[in-house]
Protein backbone atom coordinates (compact mmCIF):
# COMPACT_ATOMS: atom_id res chain seq x y z
CA UNK A 1 0.00 0.00 0.00
CA UNK A 2 1.04 3.28 -0.81
CA UNK A 3 0.88 5.74 2.46
CA UNK A 4 1.49 9.36 3.11
CA UNK A 5 2.05 9.83 6.52
CA UNK A 6 1.18 13.90 7.84
CA UNK A 7 1.74 15.60 11.10
CA UNK A 8 2.89 18.70 12.57
CA UNK A 9 6.11 20.15 11.44
CA UNK A 10 7.22 20.59 15.12
CA UNK A 11 6.88 16.50 16.14
CA UNK A 12 9.11 14.91 12.91
CA UNK A 13 10.27 12.53 15.29
CA UNK A 14 7.03 10.71 15.83
CA UNK A 15 6.34 11.35 12.08
CA UNK A 16 9.41 9.40 11.63
CA UNK A 17 8.19 6.47 13.90
CA UNK A 18 5.02 6.19 11.98
CA UNK A 19 6.86 6.05 8.56
CA UNK A 20 9.30 3.56 9.67
CA UNK A 21 6.99 1.56 11.08
CA UNK A 22 5.24 1.49 7.67
CA UNK A 23 8.52 0.92 5.93
CA UNK A 24 8.82 -2.23 8.66
CA UNK A 25 5.26 -3.23 7.28
CA UNK A 26 6.24 -3.36 3.92
CA UNK A 27 4.15 -0.41 2.32
CA UNK A 28 5.78 1.98 0.47
CA UNK A 29 5.87 6.19 1.51
CA UNK A 30 4.57 8.76 -1.81
CA UNK A 31 6.96 10.77 0.58
CA UNK A 32 8.94 11.93 2.91
CA UNK A 33 8.46 15.55 3.83
CA UNK A 34 10.02 14.80 7.16
CA UNK A 35 13.86 14.40 5.66
CA UNK A 36 14.25 18.05 5.61
CA UNK A 37 12.40 20.87 7.77
CA UNK A 38 15.57 23.49 8.13
CA UNK A 39 13.13 26.15 6.67
CA UNK A 40 9.88 25.49 7.77
CA UNK A 41 9.33 28.77 9.49
CA UNK A 42 10.22 30.71 6.82
CA UNK A 43 8.17 29.75 3.51
CA UNK A 44 7.83 33.29 2.48
CA UNK A 45 11.82 33.57 2.06
CA UNK A 46 12.20 30.27 -0.42
CA UNK A 47 8.78 31.03 -2.63
CA UNK A 48 9.95 28.76 -5.06
CA UNK A 49 10.98 25.95 -2.68
CA UNK A 50 8.24 26.25 -0.50
CA UNK A 51 5.75 26.12 -4.14
CA UNK A 52 7.63 23.00 -4.93
CA UNK A 53 7.14 21.06 -1.35
CA UNK A 54 3.49 22.32 -1.41
CA UNK A 55 2.96 20.82 -5.02
CA UNK A 56 4.85 17.46 -4.24
CA UNK A 57 3.02 16.99 -0.61
CA UNK A 58 -0.42 17.40 -2.34
CA UNK A 59 0.67 15.27 -5.47
CA UNK A 60 1.69 12.61 -2.68
CA UNK A 61 -1.42 12.78 -0.95
CA UNK A 62 -3.48 12.30 -4.02
CA UNK A 63 -1.22 9.60 -4.74
CA UNK A 64 -1.69 7.74 -1.39
CA UNK A 65 -3.92 4.86 -0.98
CA UNK A 66 -4.01 5.23 2.65
CA UNK A 67 -3.24 9.20 4.27
CA UNK A 68 -2.08 8.55 8.40
CA UNK A 69 -2.60 11.92 10.34
CA UNK A 70 -0.10 11.91 13.24
CA UNK A 71 -1.77 13.42 16.64
CA UNK A 72 0.40 15.57 18.86
CA UNK A 73 1.04 17.97 21.35
CA UNK A 74 2.34 20.31 18.91
CA UNK A 75 0.18 22.26 17.12
CA UNK A 76 0.20 21.52 12.65
CA UNK A 77 -0.47 23.93 10.20
CA UNK A 78 0.09 22.26 6.60
CA UNK A 79 -1.13 18.53 7.73
CA UNK A 80 -4.89 20.08 8.33
CA UNK A 81 -4.58 21.11 4.50
CA UNK A 82 -3.63 17.55 3.64
CA UNK A 83 -6.67 15.84 5.72
CA UNK A 84 -9.00 17.93 3.93
CA UNK A 85 -7.69 17.08 0.86
CA UNK A 86 -7.58 13.19 2.20
CA UNK A 87 -11.03 13.96 3.40
CA UNK A 88 -11.94 15.36 -0.29
CA UNK A 89 -10.68 12.07 -2.00
CA UNK A 90 -12.68 9.96 0.63
CA UNK A 91 -16.03 11.46 0.28
CA UNK A 92 -15.58 10.70 -3.64
CA UNK A 93 -14.78 7.53 -2.85
CA UNK A 94 -11.23 7.63 -3.79
CA UNK A 95 -9.54 6.95 -0.73
CA UNK A 96 -10.21 4.39 1.83
CA UNK A 97 -7.95 4.74 4.90
CA UNK A 98 -8.11 8.56 6.56
CA UNK A 99 -6.20 7.28 9.88
CA UNK A 100 -5.85 9.74 12.85
CA UNK A 101 -3.00 8.21 15.04
CA UNK A 102 -2.67 9.09 18.69
CA UNK A 103 -4.03 11.01 21.45
CA UNK A 104 -5.20 14.14 20.41
CA UNK A 105 -4.67 17.43 21.77
CA UNK A 106 -5.51 20.04 19.73
CA UNK A 107 -9.22 19.32 19.00
CA UNK A 108 -10.37 19.97 14.94
CA UNK A 109 -13.69 18.86 14.28
CA UNK A 110 -12.15 17.09 11.08
CA UNK A 111 -10.73 14.33 13.45
CA UNK A 112 -14.47 13.32 13.77
CA UNK A 113 -15.59 12.66 10.59
CA UNK A 114 -17.52 10.03 9.88
CA UNK A 115 -14.70 9.09 7.24
CA UNK A 116 -11.99 9.58 9.46
CA UNK A 117 -10.63 6.65 11.50
CA UNK A 118 -9.15 7.17 14.46
CA UNK A 119 -6.68 4.58 16.21
CA UNK A 120 -4.34 5.12 18.96
CA UNK A 121 -0.76 3.76 17.07
CA UNK A 122 -0.33 2.81 13.93
CA UNK A 123 0.82 -0.85 14.99
CA UNK A 124 -2.99 -0.54 15.91
CA UNK A 125 -4.30 0.28 11.97
CA UNK A 126 -2.12 -2.04 10.59
CA UNK A 127 -3.65 -5.07 12.93
CA UNK A 128 -7.64 -3.79 12.08
CA UNK A 129 -6.36 -4.01 7.88
CA UNK A 130 -5.76 -7.79 8.32
Do not use: C, N
Not at 68 to 81: E, I, K, N, T, Y
Not at 99 to 109: C, K, N, P
Request: aromatic share 8%; hydrophobic share 50%.
Amino acid sequence: MRIYVAGPVADTVTVQKVQDAVLAAGHELTLDWSADVSFAEGFAGQIDRSARMAKEELDAVIAADAVLVVASQHDGRGMFVELGVALARASRGDLDHVVLIGEIHHESVFYFHPLVQRVPTVEDWFAQLH
